[in-house]
């Protein structure tokens, strides 16, 4: 873990070292990406299959998970597993069922209506990432807020295993949330697939779910052909600790996130020399006992840990940093929520775990990433949601407000605008006489 002082380092240094593994795109990736959703989208089927055996499955022949596959994965899973699934589902529903909006509308004194029409999205399409871990809590966090919202068509696509397969566990959760069609496929051509539809996948209208790189970039460049909602990448956790921390607790939530892969990184701020100092030990104590030992010692050797001047400095960085997770291991970490402005996630006290985010407390554990937690937020129930805007006028409303709006249509050169109002005027002024 590289470690800079405040006191000693220039800020241009540690901003420098804090921005070093922000996702960026580059002109070659961008046309790597571009070139696989137009294969996707000329050549359907055929194309996703030639990427999943050239990425994920050498022997790959079918995209969609049959009922077979689905009966073998829940015969082979443990009543546990699937109790804890049956909790994670309780409890992410209470939380998302806070969130449900309702259509409204008013009407002001002179009788105009101003509203909004709020409806669900009628189809989504959910990536959950794969790779070296199985992510049946990735199925779970963005299903709930999706079904919640009311949103009636949902299908998954996640890369297949070596073997073909889907990890027993992510069948399993998909089943339990009643999804449409689960497709063995990953990468660009799966957001491809969803978006553009093929012979086997049908399109959707929005595309949601942590990816790589590629992933983020295939829904950034086909925003407008489909809806899309952020970009969640390579996992951040970023702790401010001040001298009541528990260094042991500090590096473990640090290790819960960085064992996600080794482009995760970590970040710690704190003024106090001694918790620092105590974390740096823990962490190499326990690393050792992790199964992803590889994997975390990369994580860690990219991650960086800041000693500042006092508490307020820790949390300018942080803000700077705007994590996907970030925790407050202080004495009175809830009265000092106020000094948060950008975060994915906010975990108060030393008694929340990282680990209560990614799968029981209730808030998805889809959030923004490389520092989009400055202009986005978490996937919630209003992901799902599109609102359309209601406005009804009367006869006095019109001549209220024709002045205005005639004025502004004159000064932007649009005579059709205004001449839309002034003949209903017109009209008014023929009834009145």
Known sequence: MKVFYSQRDSAETIRSAL????????????????????????RGDEAVLEYTRQWDCPTASTLQVTPDEFAQARARISPKVIEAIHVVIAQVSHFHEAHKRETW????????????????????????PGGRAAYPSTVLMNTIPARVAGVSKIIICAPPQKDGTLPDAVLV??????????????????????????????????????????????????????????????????????????????????LTQLEHGS?????????AEAILQRTLEAI???????????IIEESVARSVAVKTENLVEAFEWANETAPEHLTLMTDDAFSQLRFVQNAGCILLGHWTPQAAGDYVAGPSHTLPTGRAARFESPITVDTFLKRSSLIGWNEDTLSRLIDPLTTLAEVEGLDGHAYGAKIRQEQIEEMSE
């Open 19 to 42: 921005k070093a593994f922000a996702p960026r795109s580059n002109a070659e990736r961008l046309a790597e990406v571009a070139a696989i959703l137009e294969a996707v989208q000329t």
């Open 105 to 128: 509308w008013r009407n002001d004194p002179h009788g105009a209506l101003t509203g909004q029409i709020i409806r669900p999205i009628e189809s989504v399409g959910i990536y959950v």
């Open 173 to 254: 959760a998909a089943q339990e949330m009643g999804i449409d069609a689960v497709y063995k496929m990953g990468g660009a051509q799966a957001v491809a697939a969803m978006a553009y539809g093929t012979e086997t996948v049908p399109a959707v209208h929005k595309i949601v779910g942590p990816g790589n790189v590629y992933v983020n970039l295939a829904k950034r460049l086909l925003w407008g052909e489909v809806g899309v909602d952020l970009w969640a990448g390579a996992t951040e956790v970023a702790i401010i600790a001040d001298e009541t921390a528990h260094p042991d607790f500090i590096a473990a939530d640090l």
């Open 263 to 271: 482009d995760s990184i970590g970040y710690l701020f704190t003024p």
């Open 284 to 294: 190499e104590a326990q690393i050792g006992n992790r199964q992803r030992k590889a």
